[in-house]
């Protein structure tokens, strides 16, 4: 299944019209996002994420309750690293 994750934007490290990224935090789990869709976002920002790219802007609690779901969905064990 094809989730969008939310995550809170930490840092805008390239700021490229249609290069634009960032580093999402998605519960603690670091993953480099392209932030082209969302022109407008900024640091601390929630942010929806679809196959890389931030797709829209969530408040907070939108944000904290699709991830809450998704714990219990068990569908965030992709975002964790391998072991090895």
Avoid at 3 to 30: K, N
Avoid at 47 to 53: E, S
Wanted: proline share 5%; charged share 25%; hydrophobic share 45%.
């Amino acid at each position: 299944m094809c989730l969008g994750i939310p995550g809170r934007i930490e840092a805008v490290t390239d700021t490229g019209e249609l290069t634009r990224a960032g580093t999402v935090s998605f519960g603690g789990i670091r993953k480099e996002v392209n932030l082209a869709y969302v022109p407008e976002a900024k640091v601390g920002d929630y942010v929806i994420v679809h196959v890389g790219f931030a797709i829209s802007i969530v408040d907070e609690a939108e944000a904290a309750q699709v991830f809450s779901y998704l714990k219990e969905m068990d569908e965030l064990a992709e975002l964790n690293p391998p072991s090895t």
